[in-house]
């Protein structure tokens, strides 16, 4: 293991892997990516996989879209498929209110060269005929995103950075980041590597490893539901793959997995994990699935499509996913007190920007300033008096959002 480099990379997730791609492109390969166990092994492995160019907010959608292109670049780099289906989204427009909303994204996905269009019901039925579009005022169609193998896509950005000369360590758990003159050490099981710079891309560790600096990062776990069908054979009849869907009536994403549907719920009162602290010994588990809390969100899909109904479960996963208090990632410096110290953590939806929040930090780190201007995403932004409960409230606000848009834009 190398014992002195520029950068390390505390984290083996999409999000960490693909900060290690980036400063590799931008030119800073004496990089060394420390993972606890293996790459995946935290929240991506159990991960969907989708990768939208439609957020709730407009702000967000250049990281969407920088997720999708590093992807594909990495495939490239590495030679290695990220699994990569186009399928195209489709957000359902519940009220007339939600389409007026949808009309207003128009000019921003024009500026970024983004195949955008506000469509009706009877394009919806096209595209997706198990969808009931009864009550629908029509949708938001991307027609060029999909999903990822979430897997595939990170061990590819891993081999695209060794390619380039950065390094990878797994097994590697650390122990303690350590500021010491003009450099940070890193402590790990296998002993101390010395940094200019440390980024923590440790999702929800990355709390418990900043609290020993007086660092408090509001990041903490909820449980998420995840549902995959036995075939449908309204999907095996087609001769396309149908489009992404999100519901905000629902609160729930729906894409086609093989000839099934694959969904995640975001329930009314979502359940947190390890308040306290990390189980020491926690490693690629799951939770028991408690279904009983969707039932309400699972009955309205039934009714918005009438073939999962008929459909059986064939597998539920319930695995942790990180969050900030406004359901934001956190990027860049932590603060002045700490240089050199950076975050990227606090991704609900990890696969669907990481890679372009990897992109955005990079530029950040290599060039002085990010690749554009984005302070909702600042590391920085909660300053450090957040206590749990006030995150604990702000959180359960932002899960239960789901995907209803705000109301001003």
Not at 235 to 256: G, N, T
Not at 295 to 310: D, S, Y
Request: glycine share 8%; net charge negative; charged share 20%.
């Amino acid at each position: 293991m190398k014992t002195d480099v520029h950068v390390v990379v505390v984290g083996g997730g999409i999000v960490g892997a693909s900060i290690l791609y980036w400063l590799a492109k931008l030119g800073w390969t004496d990089t060394l990516l420390l993972e606890r166990r293996n790459l995946t092994s935290g929240s991506t492995w159990h991960a969907a996989g989708n990768t939208t160019y439609f957020g709730p907010y407009a702000e967000m959608t250049r990281l969407f879209a920088g997720s999708i292109r590093t992807y594909l670049q990495a495939e490239t780099d590495s030679g290695q498929s990220i699994g990569f289906h186009q399928t195209g989204s489709l957000r359902v427009a519940t009220t007339a209110r939600e389409r007026e909303q949808f009309h207003q994204f128009e000019a921003g996905y024009r500026a970024l060269d983004i195949p955008y269009h506000v469509v009706d019901n009877a394009v919806i039925n096209a595209l997706h005929p198990c969808i009931n579009t009864d009550g629908l005022f029509g949708a938001a169609h991307t027609p060029t995103d999909g999903h990822v193998d979430p897997s595939s896509t990170t061990h590819a950005l891993a081999k695209a950075a060794r390619n380039l000369g950065a390094a990878v360590e797994l097994q590697c758990p650390v122990q303690s980041v350590i500021k010491e003159h003009d450099h940070w050490r890193v402590e790990t099981e296998h002993g101390a590597v010395r940094a200019q710079h440390v980024v923590m891309a440790a999702s929800f560790w990355t709390r418990e490893l900043l609290q020993p600096l007086g660092i408090n990062a509001p990041l903490y776990a909820t449980q998420h539901h995840e549902l995959i069908t036995d075939a449908v054979p309204e999907l095996a009849d087609l001769d396309h793959e149908v489009p992404a869907f999100r519901d905000s009536y629902v609160s729930c994403s729906m894409r086609q997995e093989r000839n099934g549907f694959l969904l995640g719920v975001y329930e009314t009162d979502p359940v947190f994990w390890a308040l306290d602290g990390i189980p020491p010994n926690f490693k690629e588990e799951l939770f028991a699935p408690e279904t009983d809390r969707l039932m309400p969100h699972l009955e309205k899909l039934m009714a918005r499509v009438p073939a999962f109904a008929e459909a059986g479960i064939k597998t539920i996963n319930n695995g942790p996913m990180c969050w900030t208090p406004d359901g934001l990632p956190m990027l860049g410096p932590v603060d002045q007190q700490h240089p050199n110290l950076w975050l990227a953590s606090g991704f609900n939806v990890g696969i669907g920007t990481g890679g372009g929040s990897a992109e955005f930090l990079a530029h950040w780190m290599v060039h002085g300033q990010p690749l554009f201007d984005l302070p909702i995403v600042h590391a920085d932004r909660f300053g450090n008096s957040v206590t749990t409960d006030q995150a604990v409230k702000s959180i359960q606000a932002c899960y239960r959002q789901g995907y209803r848009l705000p109301e001003s834009i």
